[in-house]
């Protein structure tokens, strides 16, 4: 019978070593909302914070998770035939099946190598969630070199006159390059779900149908209680972040940024109030981009390292929230 130290030592350490994204093509203001469903911009930019977003018009999930894939494929200098994991966090995939996650390894052309591939569906925590699989993946040295990805094309499941839900989602792609590495900077995670019995907010998949019946089916649709699932954010974002901090043995103090799910600024500043903490200390973009799902984290921690705001030796935290309820968080030292 082996030891625990003799066991830890043949678990491996990780560092991301990539971060890319990708837009939809197409840029919607809320001005031109305002064409389409019973809204305004002061409205819109008071209660959640969002100016625009991107919303695809012909790319799918998977044609924007590989954007974003190559992004931090180049940004890392690794080669893609590095990669032997694929993991896609993403509750709008192109298709049932295969994952988005087999689809973006075509079109990476790493259809030829030996790469297990597969999607995640955590809602807007999803990202962290694969996040969590991917070091775990990488820490028992089932792989290498991960590719952890969160996409979405949300606008396929928007009811565009319900203006209580199309105004705040967006559609795009982030990606991190994950690989093996001796370091000593540690990456630590926290994520819970809870079965949400009262669907505060869904959408549904197709019904069972009865054989030979020929039944239409009806589109589906986002459905979403705005005030429970805003109530929940909150105390979701605190208790997922304070989870990372004791895990880390670390105060607020020893943290660089936080990364969190942009779903409304006044979630965010919440959260940011709860702490007492500045508000510089905290990353939103939500105002580009509204809310991408579990695209938002990689996004942002992209859009951070375009920028010179993310460098290595800083301590960031992650931390997100979304359908099921889900919620996460992750602790890293760049
Ligand atoms: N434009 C104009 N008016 C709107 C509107 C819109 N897009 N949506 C709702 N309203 C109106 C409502 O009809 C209501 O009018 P009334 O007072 O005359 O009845 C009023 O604005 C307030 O509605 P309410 O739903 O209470 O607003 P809110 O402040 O809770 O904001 C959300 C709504 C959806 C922006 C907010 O609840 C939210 O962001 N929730 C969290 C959502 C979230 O995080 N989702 C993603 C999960 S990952």
């Known amino acids: 019978m082996k030891n625990l130290e003799e066991w830890v030592r043949y678990m491996k350490t ?22 389409v469903v019973d809204t305004n911009d002061e409205w ?37 035939e590095e ?3 694929i993991i ?34 955590a809602a807007c925590s999803g990202f962290l969630y694969a996040l969590q699989v991917a070091h775990s993946m990488l820490a028992c040295d089932q792989a290498k070199c991960a590719l952890v990805i969160g996409a979405e094309v949300i606008s396929k499941q928007l009811n565009w006159q319900d203006r209580s839900t199309c105004i705040i989602f967006g559609d795009g792609a982030g ?24 669907g505060v907010i869904h959408s549904d998949a197709p019904l069972p149908r009865t054989c030979f019946t020929a039944q239409s089916l009806q589109p589906s649709y986002i459905h979403m209680d705005g005030s429970k699932t805003f109530r929940f954010a909150i105390w979701a974002m605190h208790s997922a972040i304070q989870a990372v901090l004791e895990k880390a043995n670390v105060s607020m103090d020893d943290i660089d940024y936080i990364v969190p799910h942009q779903a409304n600024a006044r979630i965010i500043q919440s959260v940011c109030r709860m702490y007492e903490m500045k ?24 859009e951070m390292w375009e920028q010179g705001i993310l460098k290595e030796g800083q301590n960031i935290i992650l931390a997100g929230f979304g359908a099921g309820f889900t919620w996460a968080s992750a602790y890293i030292e760049l």
């Open 14 to 35: 990780c560092k991301i070593k990539g971060f890319g994204y990708a837009k939809a093509k197409r840029l919607v203001k809320n001005e031109e909302l305002q064409q």
């Open 44 to 80: 819109i930019k008071q209660r959640t914070g969002i100016h625009q977003r991107y919303i695809s018009e012909d790319e799918n999930t998977s044609d924007l998770g590989a954007k974003a894939a190559i992004d931090a494929l180049n940004k890392s200098n690794i080669k893609k």
């Open 83 to 85: 990669v032997d994991f």
């Open 88 to 121: 896609v966090a993403t509750f709008t995939p192109d298709q049932m099946t295969p994952s988005t996650a087999c689809l973006i390894q075509e079109k990476l052309g790493l259809n030829g190598q030996q790469v297990m591939a597969f999607d995640v569906n």
């Open 175 to 198: 990606a991190v390059v994950l690989k093996q590495e001796e370091t000593t900077n540690r990456m630590l995670h926290y994520a819970c779900s809870k079965g949400d019995i009262d």
């Open 279 to 302: 508000e510089d200390k905290v990353y939103m973009n939500i105002a580009q981009y509204g809310n991408t799902s579990a695209a938002s984290v990689p996004i942002a921690l992209a």
